[in-house]
């Protein structure tokens, strides 16, 4: 009997200073220690994602740090090209959130919120939002990275992620 082909998490992604790309290298270190053998983690930037990307995982994962209050700008980018082609193409799909912000990111996760409930896909998991804490100008431009605790986090909340893609639960 042939095995089955590996589940698709797609980890479609933006990052300004660093932290969210950092969040998203732990994710998928934690989804694929999880998933083994049975699941691809395809972690892409949002500039080069589209809409053939999502209609091809099993999974999905927006990443994106909040900038003034919003998603960022590619990640709005990925998002205006590709809704349309997939609305009522995967309804269902299974979503995580990822929000790194200088605050709470809520306003964020509620705008990304708004979007998966438009193309019927289905949260999985509370979304994941880490705090940088940048509130001045200089402190918002500057690179960031993410504490040993936020990594261990962000590698957690993946493996959980992976773990669940790979047997059935979502």
């Known amino acids: ?100 912000a200088g605050s709470d990111g809520e306003p964020t996760v509620q705008q990304l919120g708004r979007v998966a409930t438009g193309l019927r896909w289905r949260q999985v998991c509370a979304p994941l939002r880490l705090c940088t804490r940048a509130q001045s100008m200089q402190a918002i431009l500057a690179p960031k990275q993410l504490s040993a605790q936020q990594q261990a986090q962000a590698h957690e909340w993946g493996a959980t992620l992976g773990a669940g893609l790979v047997l059935g639960v979502f």
């Open 1 to 100: 009997m042939a095995e089955p082909a590996p589940r698709c998490l797609l980890v479609v992604w933006h990052s300004l200073t660093g932290a969210t790309a950092a969040a998203v290298d732990a994710l998928c270190a934690g989804a694929r220690e999880q998933g083994g053998d049975g699941l691809q983690v395809r972690a892409v930037p949002a500039r080069d994602a589209g809409a053939a990307d999502v209609l091809a995982c099993d999974a999905l994962v927006l990443a994106t740090p909040e900038t003034l209050g919003s998603i960022s700008g590619l990640m709005k980018d990925f998002l205006d090209r590709s809704y349309y082609p997939l609305l009522d193409q995967c309804p269902g799909l299974p979503l995580g959130l990822v929000v790194v």
